[in-house]
């Protein structure tokens, strides 16, 4: 008996003996294992799909301060999410900030470790404001070249000069592509 090339499904040719019943069978057993193999691929795709573009995030609502002028933790880290990612993530930062001097900016962007070192940057990817009032600011950035795989996005904080950066009410939330 010939077989399918693509799933290998039994059929009868001219130079089989006729035999109905079991061709039927044999056929119906076969097309029925191709159905399961398929469905467990689907399953398994919709599972990644669902997983990897749910967005991660968090929050750190207590208002904290900084005056470094390089990106660096706040006394509560973060907040920071773990998700895995391909080689793109939507990320958005942000909160309530405000700098003690109005010629002073505050910033709060974010670095990846894991299976991605990047340090905290300005370029693009910074929320920041140059104001004595509090502030509601984020920034959203589509953030390529990341390597697939586990990634942890950390916020981080500074001023760039002699001033005193307020954050509170701060969030991070990343969507994996």
Known sequence: MATTPTYGWPYQTLSDRP???NLGEDLALAIEA???AL????STLE???NTTRIPQQASVATSQTTTSTSYTDLATVGPAVTLTT???AL???GGQIQ???STITAFMSWAVSGATTSAAVDAGRAAAIANVNLICVSRVFLMTGLTPGSNTFTA???VNGVATGTFQDRYIMVQAY
Do not use: E, H, L, Q
Not at 39 to 42: H, L, M, T, Y
């Open 19 to 21: 035999d109905g019943p």
């Open 91 to 93: 990320v958005t930062v």
């Open 34 to 36: 191709t159905v399961v």
């Open 99 to 101: 700098c003690s001097a």
């Open 39 to 42: 469905a467990a691929r689907v």
């Open 47 to 49: 599972t990644t799909v």
């Open 86 to 88: 391909g080689a793109t």
């Open 156 to 158: 981080k904080y500074k």
